[in-house]
């Protein structure tokens, strides 16, 4: 059974920084896409940040580039993004995912539980 697991939400102030952890289990995901994507409440979930499996190249949303960077370590099968200098619009449950396209939800097989994430002014 595939299980993508997310850790590291939590309750931050403004211009604080969080690292959110998303452990997979069940298979490896060579040639995969491993990425981030968010909902807020009454908005559509938004793509955010993905990585290729050769670790590069990485895709980030306009919003967050400079300020999140996505990471993964396929040895522990396990992706990561640091988001420095968080704002309140950041506020999202944050889900993690694995799939062969880039940025469209669609492109995405496998999805993890969410973790919030609540940035406060």
């Known amino acids: 059974q595939v299980q993508l697991v997310e850790s590291g939400g939590g309750l931050v102030q403004a211009g604080g920084s969080l690292r959110l952890s998303c452990a997979a289990s069940g298979r490896t995901f060579n040639d995969y896409y491993m990425g981030w994507f968010r909902q807020a409440v009454g908005k559509e979930r938004e793509f955010v940040a993905t990585?290729?499996?050769?670790?590069?190249?990485?895709f980030y949303a306009d919003s967050v580039k400079g300020r999140f960077t996505i990471t993964r370590d396929n040895a522990k099968n396990t992706v990561y993004l640091q988001m420095n200098s968080l704002k309140p619009e950041d506020t999202a449950v944050y889900y993690c995912a694995a799939g062969r396209g880039r940025q469209y939800r669609s492109d995405y097989d496998y999805w993890g539980q969410g973790t919030q994430v609540t940035v406060s002014s």
């Open positions: 990585i290729s499996w050769l670790l590069t190249p990485t």
